[in-house]
Structure formats: C-alpha cells, structure tokens
C-alpha cells in the first residue's frame, strides 16, 4: 500500500520560509508525477506545484517565483521551498503522487500558518 508522509509545516511570520517535504512507500508502479496542493479553510483544494517525471513544473500564478518545487527520484521524495510567506498561504498542504496506473496516492497533509 502506499503511504505518502509529509513533514515540515508549522508557524511562520509573513515573510518568512519553510520547507516541505513529501516521502513515498510501498511504491508498485512509477511515479508519473508528485505534486502540492493546498486547503485553505472554506475554501477548496487548489493545486500549488506539480513535478513531472519529464522534468517539467507548474506553479500556481499565486506562488510562481516564491515556491519552488523539486524531486528526488531516488528517494520518491518531493520537496516544496516556500519563501516569502503571506498570510494567505496559510492552509493545510497535501502532497500527491499520481502513478503509471494511473491511480493517484495523497498524503494527510500538514498545516502551515503564516501569521501578520
């Protein structure tokens, strides 16, 4: 069974950084993609980054040239470096692996809170 694990979040001032990170187990099939999302409360689940197998990234238009998303293949690692923190990114962040069977995987998430 997979289990994806994600770590790192916490409280932060605006302005500040943190470092996600998301570890896959119990993996069959390849990892197409992982990516990061986020669920800000009452609103719904929005995507913030996705790494494709192939190399390729998108960024939400919220978080392009703050967040940094990035893979370590070995390790079935994703990592999500958030700098310039504001308020409104606090939200619990979800990690997700979408795999070759097309089936996807997601974390339990882990908060983050960036206070004024």
């Known amino acids: 069974q997979v289990q994806l694990v994600e770590s790192g979040g916490g409280l932060v001032q605006a302005g500040g950084s943190l470092r996600l990170s998301c570890a896959a187990s119990g993996i069959i099939f390849r990892i197409n993609a992982m990516g990061w999302y986020r669920q800000a409360p009452g609103k719904q689940r929005e995507l913030v980054a996705l790494s494709r197998s192939g190399g390729t990234t998108n960024y939400a238009d919220s978080v392009r040239g703050r967040f940094t998303i990035s893979r370590d293949g070995a390790k079935n690692t994703v990592y999500l470096q958030m700098n310039s923190l504001k308020p409104e990114d606090t939200a619990v962040y979800y990690c997700?692996?979408?795999?070759?069977?097309?089936?996807?995987?997601w974390g339990k998430g882990t908060l983050v809170t960036v206070s004024s």
């Open positions: 997700k692996s979408t795999f070759t069977n097309g089936m996807d995987s």
